[in-house]
């Protein structure tokens, strides 16, 4: 039994390597201490900060995402950066162009289980987004936002945020 569980652990340690080696590899800009766990793909434009965490992300597109500091992600969660060209395309229902749009997540984020986050959005800094949201419009610094579309349900307590963040305390 003891063979078994060492086997497993080995298992899942080789594939975080495999999926933070293949990010690491491919992004734009890479900080320290990335983690990428569970099954996730990542294309386009990427330039991630220090000491982020994902747990099952989908980067679609070929344009650009920007992440800050300590962004850490749910799992099944993805970000959209193109989009079809239906207004000048010569066809319809589109045109045979693209879209191209950036995403941009400053310092210490957290993004729940199945978030999806379109295009041309930028997350304040020490934003949440609950599980499920669909964000699609700009998130303000410090707001917990849920919901499709997502919306502000209410902001952090600041003052112990900028505490926790002089003393550098990040998870």
């Not at 294309?43 to 850490?72: A, E, R």
């Not at 999806?116 to 800094?125: D, F, K, Q």
């Not at 919901?147 to 505490?163: T, W």
């Amino acid at each position: 039994m003891k063979l078994l569980t060492l086997y497993w652990k080995f298992r899942r340690s080789f594939i975080i390597y495999r999926y933070t080696r293949r990010l690491r590899r491919m992004a734009q800009k890479c900080g320290q201490d990335l983690y990428v766990g569970g099954k996730s793909f990542f294309s386009g434009k990427i330039y991630l900060g220090d000491n982020c965490n994902f747990n099952g992300m989908c980067i679609q597109g070929n344009g650009t995402v920007i992440i800050g500091n300590n962004f850490h992600s749910g799992i099944e969660c993805m970000m959209v950066t193109q989009n079809h060209d239906y207004d000048t395309g010569g066809f319809i229902p589109y045109g045979t162009g693209f879209d191209y749009k950036t995403i941009v997540i400053e310092d210490n984020v957290w993004l729940g289980n199945r978030v999806t986050i379109t295009g041309n959005v930028r997350i304040g800094e020490g934003a949440i987004v609950a599980a499920g949201a669909v964000v699609c419009k700009d998130v303000p610094p410090f707001a917990i936002v849920g919901g499709n579309p997502a919306k502000v349900i209410k902001y952090r307590d600041i003052e112990h945020y900028q505490k926790l963040k002089e003393q550098g305390k990040f998870h």
